[in-house]
């Protein structure tokens, strides 16, 4: 391990152990600017997190001192480059709970790694009349894959319906994942309610019916310790963005039997072995679906995100995410009107709080929060269907991490009530 990060570590933990948030704010470097004259309360990291000095400085490094492509050259500057890129993919395997490195996929984000597995597993092994089980809390990246591929298909699209504290109602459940069912597509944590839920329970019905499972871990990933192993997943999906890594890096985790047993998504250089101009063959998983140039500074750059987390303890940031939820959960509902949708118990979800107020509508609450420099999210949050089954049209969503501390939450609140102010309610 790398000295330096030692350092940091040993103060980002503080001398209690516990999380210091304020040496963690100091190392973000977006958070010092002012927005809109007021500082920059950053609560919007269910979209994306922000990037600490150390992620940004790998990436500026790289450019700087080995730029090159990877896998082809062999050249200094390329072998430095691969070997960087090649220990990322290590690093990745050990932090989801010590997984084989060949099952690793370095993709764009969760969204191009559900995919992947829509249009070769899904097109290789879903028929007319299978059925593909979603929930009704997904996002859209892990509905419309599902949804077209069922389309394309004659398959049948079912899901698992909500409580109306926002979790999975599996009272049915045997009803709904059958021996009909090929696949189940769930989230390991909801990103409009915060929801964690039981993916090990739901993988092994599934397991038992003969079904395989993909789980979207990109807002459990950045959130709580993920073992793999024990989610029980067959695929699991997560991006680098929002859990302090840059944009346009994500993994897709897969079991080795099946990513060996499916075909390429993307095919050109690189995910083959031999290309003749009358046949081809496929390198081995995981090169077999990296085709083409990847982006490799981001990749690198991710290793320091891994490790920035790591040092901090994903129990750690856990523990402080409920603790720092349970507080704004508890201020929100001090405000007459306000209505949180999802658990309101924190052991139970995340950081992804979102609420709507009974008289202002979402954007207009996040317009005037972001006059005081307050960042939240305002919209369908890319849940169109889970929107309309909760009968909103959109909810306001504040989202937390580890800088965020109960400073940013009391602000929240005073400008919140400013809002409802200056909307005369
Ligand atoms: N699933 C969930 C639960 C998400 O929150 C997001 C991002 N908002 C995605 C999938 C898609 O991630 P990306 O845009 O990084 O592909």
Redesign the pocket.
């Given at each position: 391990m790398n000295p330096d990060i030692r350092n940091d570590a040993t103060a980002l933990k503080g001398r209690s152990g516990q999380m210091d948030i304020d040496r963690i704010k100091a190392d973000f470097p977006i958070l010092k600017q002012p927005v809109n004259g007021h500082r920059l309360v950053y609560l919007d990291n269910?979209?994306t997190s922000q990037k600490p000095k150390q992620v940004i400085d790998a990436i500026v490094k790289y450019y700087n001192e080995s730029n090159a492509n990877i896998h082809r050259g062999l050249h200094t500057l390329a072998e430095k480059a691969t070997s960087a890129y090649e220990n990322v993919r290590v690093h990745a395997a050990r932090f989801i709970g010590g997984v084989d490195n060949s099952e690793v996929i370095f993709t764009s984000?969760?969204?191009e790694s559900i995919n992947t597995i829509a249009r070769t597993w899904g097109e290789k092994n879903i028929r007319s009349g299978d059925e593909i089980v979603i929930t009704e809390m997904e996002?859209h990246?892990?509905l419309v894959p599902w949804l077209v591929l069922s389309q394309n298909t004659g398959a049948t699209l079912r899901r698992i319906s909500l409580t109306p504290d926002g979790q999975l109602d599996l009272t049915n459940i045997n009803d709904i994942i059958t021996a009909r069912t090929r696949l189940v597509a769930v989230?390991h944590m909801s990103?409009v309610l915060g929801t964690i839920n039981p993916v090990a329970d739901i993988a092994e019905l599934a397991h038992r019916r003969g079904a395989i499972v993909l789980v979207?871990g990109?807002?459990a990933a950045p959130h709580m310790p993920v073992d793999i192993k024990q989610t029980g997943a067959d695929f699991y999906a997560f991006?680098a963005?929002?859990m302090l890594g840059p944009t346009g890096v994500?993994v897709l985790w897969g079991r080795k039997t099946l990513l060996e047993d499916i075909p390429p998504f993307t095919t050109g250089g690189e995910m083959i072995r031999e290309v003749r101009f009358d046949r081809v063959t496929w390198n081995d998983v995981p090169h077999k679906f990296e085709a083409g140039t990847p982006n490799i500074a981001g990749v690198i750059a991710f290793d320091r995100a891994l490790s920035y987390l790591e040092e901090l303890g994903m129990e750690n940031i856990r523990s402080h995410e409920i603790e720092l939820s349970g507080y704004a959960i508890n201020r929100l509902l001090e405000l007459d009107g306000i209505e949180i949708q999802g658990p309101l118990d924190p052991h139970l979800r995340g950081g992804a709080i979102s609420f709507t107020d009974a008289k202002i509508h979402p954007h207009d609450i996040s317009t005037f929060l972001d006059s005081r420099g307050i960042a939240i999210r305002a919209g369908h949050h890319?849940a169109q269907p889970l929107m309309r089954t909760m009968g909103k049209v959109a909810t306001a969503r504040a989202s937390l991490y580890i800088y965020n501390d109960r400073m940013d939450i009391d602000a929240l609140i005073d400008a919140l009530k400013e809002t409802r102010r200056y909307f005369g309610v």
């Open positions: 269910a979209a984000g969760t969204t996002h990246a892990n989230a990103n979207d990109a807002q991006s963005h929002k994500g890319c």
